[in-house]
């Protein structure tokens, strides 16, 4: 399995514009005659969704890999990392020639989730799709806030068809537990959480959703995709259908995804967000450069204006750039508390390199994709070094399956 980046496109029917699979309810929407064998998991009408945060405590048991690598510590680092794992620099896999062997992991975690269920769901035997982000996002993902959550998968699977959702941050990602980026946070021990969640799911045990669910359907985007792959592949009685979207076990275009990530440390790349850097500290440097807490100041308008720099570029610098990285979060309400990850936890440059991976001109909003970049999460070194780790067939898997990857 390898990340397939998932670009976007129009949807076939009422021609509204798609971010890549963030806005794949649209295509749901526009496809719901061409549901194939996910029919008979379908559909009941109705109006509106109510929702609840969880938070879902897991045992996770897992053989991960070993690895002779040292976390990257520095932008540098994260560079060479890529450099090698995408096999410009000497050839080598780098998965291969750096794993010593396998450990069984344990441990007690937290998982962040949402749960959804249509406000009139009168089925007594309801679906439920269990949705799993890919890499650089989190369950967010599925219910983006962006333009009144018009790009809201969400909302059309259950106010539309009325699916019951359950949308989780990933071990490692998110609000859910963090654990070391090398040794911890790899494919096998998230799997063993989705495992855990859906076996909950089947028995009625997840935490406040008493009902026992015989149809569920999981739905992932990219390496979410290849975990729910995986689960039907190991796991066939925890799932009864696959939706697969940005997927493919052809591995040719990952040395393009890698590199065009131009991967950097998280910590470093978005501070605030990421790092040990509190908001009243920027604010000191910020107030020491120009003299105020605000980046719209009088004097920064003025410099930009004998600068020859208009507004509309200046704005431009800012949401594109490594700077708007830099900054992202500044304007939280609440302040944003940094989540202080370790240097193994990565995250692509800038608002170019998410473009060149999950957004094809012209069909989508500019706006989206600074919304994005300034919402976006890191991915760790072990999830990386774990991405082939995908059975290469499911041969007792007997549900249906749809793949959605979207073209260039």
Same mark, same amino acid.
């Given at each position: 399995?390898?990340?397939?980046?998932?670009?976007?496109?129009?949807?076939?029917?009422?021609?509204?514009?798609?971010?890549?699979?963030?806005?794949?309810?649209?295509?749901?929407?526009?496809?719901?005659?061409?549901?194939?064998?996910?029919?008979?998991?379908?559909?009941?009408?109705?109006?509106?969704?109510?929702?609840?945060?969880?938070?879902?405590?897991?045992?996770?048991?897992?053989?991960?890999?070993?690895?002779?690598?040292?976390?990257?510590?520095?932008?540098?680092?994260?560079?060479?990392?890529?450099?090698?794992?995408?096999?410009?620099?000497?050839?080598?896999?780098?998965?291969?020639?750096?794993?010593?062997?396998?450990?069984?992991?344990?441990?007690?975690?937290?998982?962040?989730?949402?749960?959804?269920?249509?406000?009139?769901?009168?089925?007594?035997?309801?679906?439920?799709?269990?949705?799993?982000?890919?890499?650089?996002?989190?369950?967010?993902?599925?219910?983006?806030?962006?333009?009144?959550?018009?790009?809201?998968?969400?909302?059309?699977?259950?106010?539309?068809?009325?699916?019951?959702?359950?949308?989780?941050?990933?071990?490692?990602?998110?609000?859910?537990?963090?654990?070391?980026?090398?040794?911890?946070?790899?494919?096998?021990?998230?799997?063993?959480?989705?495992?855990?969640?859906?076996?909950?799911?089947?028995?009625?045990?997840?935490?406040?959703?008493?009902?026992?669910?015989?149809?569920?359907?999981?739905?992932?985007?990219?390496?979410?995709?290849?975990?729910?792959?995986?689960? !039907?592949?190991?796991?066939? #009685?925890? %799932?009864? *259908? +696959?939706?697969?979207?940005?997927?493919?076990?052809? @591995?040719?275009?990952?040395?393009?995804?890698?590199?065009?990530?131009?991967?950097?440390?998280?910590?470093?790349?978005?501070?605030?967000?990421?790092?040990?850097?509190?908001?009243?500290?920027?604010?000191?440097?910020?107030?020491?450069?120009? !003299?105020?807490?605000?980046? #719209?100041? %009088?004097? *920064? +308008?003025?410099?930009?204006?004998?600068?020859?720099? @208009?507004?509309?570029?200046?704005?431009?610098?800012?949401?594109?750039?490594?700077?708007?990285?830099?900054?992202?979060?500044?304007?939280?309400?609440?302040?944003?508390?940094?989540?202080?990850?370790?240097?193994?936890?990565?995250?692509?440059?800038?608002?170019?390199?998410?473009?060149?991976?999950?957004?094809?001109?012209?069909?989508?909003?500019?706006?989206?994709?600074?919304?994005?970049?300034?919402?976006?999460?890191?991915?760790?070194?072990?999830?990386?070094?774990?991405?082939?780790?995908?059975?290469?067939?499911?041969?007792?898997?007997?549900?249906?399956?749809?793949?959605?990857?979207?073209?260039?």
């Amino acid at each position: 399995m390898a990340i397939r980046p998932e670009r976007a496109g129009k949807s076939m029917e009422d021609g509204k514009v798609c971010m890549g699979n963030t806005a794949f309810s649209m295509a749901v929407k526009s496809n719901r005659a061409h549901t194939g064998g996910l029919a008979p998991l379908l559909f009941c009408s109705v109006s509106a969704k109510q929702c609840t945060n969880l938070t879902i405590p897991v045992d996770v048991s897992a053989r991960n890999g070993i690895f002779n690598l040292a976390v990257p510590e520095t932008d540098q680092d994260a560079t060479i990392f890529a450099q090698n794992f995408t096999s410009i620099r000497d050839g080598n896999n780098l998965t291969a020639s750096s794993l010593l062997g396998y450990t069984t992991i344990t441990g007690s975690y937290n998982i962040s989730a949402k749960f959804c269920t249509p406000d009139n769901n009168n089925s007594t035997n309801p679906t439920v799709q269990f949705l799993t982000h890919g890499i650089g996002f989190d369950k967010t993902y599925w219910d983006l806030a962006f333009n009144d959550f018009n790009y809201s998968y969400i909302d059309v699977a259950v106010d539309t068809f009325g699916f019951c959702t359950l949308s989780i941050d990933r071990l490692g990602i998110g609000n859910s537990s963090k654990g070391d980026p090398l040794s911890e946070i790899q494919a096998p021990a998230e799997l063993s959480a989705i495992a855990q969640i859906s076996m909950m799911l089947r028995a009625g045990t997840l935490p406040t959703v008493s009902h026992a669910f015989t149809k569920i359907v999981h739905v992932g985007h990219s390496f979410g995709s290849g975990l729910s792959y995986t689960l !039907g592949a190991m796991y066939p #009685n925890l %799932t009864d *259908a +696959l939706i697969l979207t940005g997927f493919s076990q052809n @591995t040719s275009f990952t040395p393009v995804t890698i590199g065009s990530f131009d991967i950097k440390l998280a910590r470093l790349n978005q501070p605030l967000r990421f790092g040990n850097v509190s908001l009243a500290a920027a604010q000191q440097v910020i107030v020491s450069m120009i !003299g105020d807490t605000s980046l #719209n100041t %009088t004097s *920064a +308008l003025q410099t930009a204006s004998e600068l020859n720099v @208009t507004i509309p570029e200046v704005e431009q610098v800012l949401s594109t750039t490594g700077l708007g990285d830099l900054i992202a979060g500044y304007d939280a309400m609440p302040p944003m508390v940094p989540m202080d990850l370790p240097s193994g936890y990565l995250t692509w440059a800038d608002a170019g390199a998410a473009q060149f991976n999950f957004f094809y001109p012209p069909y989508f909003d500019p706006e989206i994709l600074t919304y994005a970049e300034s919402h976006k999460f890191p991915f760790t070194t072990g999830e990386f070094l774990t991405l082939g780790s995908a059975p290469k067939t499911a041969p007792m898997f007997k549900g249906p399956v749809q793949i959605v990857t979207g073209g260039s």
